[in-house]
């Protein structure tokens, strides 16, 4: 598997080649670039697509530290469009990505084509789920994820996608993926939980921007999702039925519709 060394991170990534724009994936806290596996498959022939692993998370390399803020994530994805030679680029973020594709956005508008919000909000965590994140954090970093992952679960996925017995493979897959963290992880979860917010930043965005969220995400709420909507001029905001924080994952086809409907309405 390719890794690209960069801010002292060897970063996993994966790369399809392919015809130009690159198409980035960034995935969110937890998961890993998997979870974009059907959007990579159906658009490698139409993008050069592009995941990677964000630090200290999937087989990307932890440095150590308090935390992975997210402006050091930011940063990262920075130095991993240029390093890749990817500018400018499509840029698909779900929650904790979604957090480093808003920054992309305001500050580096020239390293994006467009720009796809997937489950996620520009506003700091909310001061009530801080306590109950802490103690999921606290517990994974002494004893690992596996004492976490069926508190975990609901809240990464839709209670369609827990119930549906056609997805019983998909949620054990997922399960594994997510008991199998490292203690580490606690450092990206301190990241994405001590977040600061980015709703007058926002206001800046000019690059085409799609919206998405999933009806059933309890994470980061449809009225989350909706005042990113509204304070980035332009944007295009699309609920996704049955879907919790994971619409990728949940919902593929529907997503990558809605990805492929976006993209279809941008200067080539």
């Not at 997510?178 to 800046?204: H, K, L, Q």
Request: aromatic fraction near 8%.
């Amino acid at each position: 598997m390719p890794h690209l060394t960069i801010n002292g991170v060897s970063f996993h990534y994966e790369d399809t080649g392919g015809p130009d724009p690159a198409l980035i994936f960034s995935h969110g806290l937890l998961m890993s670039s998997r979870m974009f596996a059907a959007q990579v498959a159906a658009f490698r022939g139409r993008f050069r697509c592009i995941t990677y692993d964000h630090r200290g998370q999937g087989q990307s390399s932890d440095p150590g530290g308090r935390s992975h803020d997210m402006d050091t994530c930011y940063r990262d994805a920075v130095a991993i469009i240029e390093g890749l030679d990817a500018r400018p680029c499509h840029f698909v973020g779900l929650s904790m990505g979604g957090f480093v594709g808003m920054r992309l956005a305001a500050r580096r508008p020239d390293l994006l084509y467009s720009l796809s919000l997937l489950e996620t909000s520009a506003e700091p965590e909310p001061a009530e789920n801080v306590p109950k994140y802490n103690r999921l954090a606290m517990v994974a970093g002494l004893f690992g994820t596996r004492w976490v992952v069926n508190r975990v679960m609901p809240i990464l996925f839709g209670r369609t996608f827990m119930t549906d017995p056609a997805m019983e493979g998909t949620r054990g897959f997922w399960r594994r993926e997510i008991a199998s963290r490292p203690r580490t992880i606690v450092r990206a979860v301190r990241g994405v939980v001590e977040r600061e917010g980015v709703m007058e930043e926002i206001t800046s965005i000019r690059v085409p921007t799609l919206v998405v969220v999933g009806e059933e995400d309890t994470a980061t709420p449809p009225p989350k999702a909706r005042r990113i909507h509204e304070h980035i001029p332009g944007s295009r905001l699309v609920r996704i039925a049955a879907a919790g924080h994971s619409c990728t994952v949940e919902q593929p086809a529907e997503v990558t519709q809605v990805l492929s409907d976006f993209f279809s309405t941008l200067p080539q």
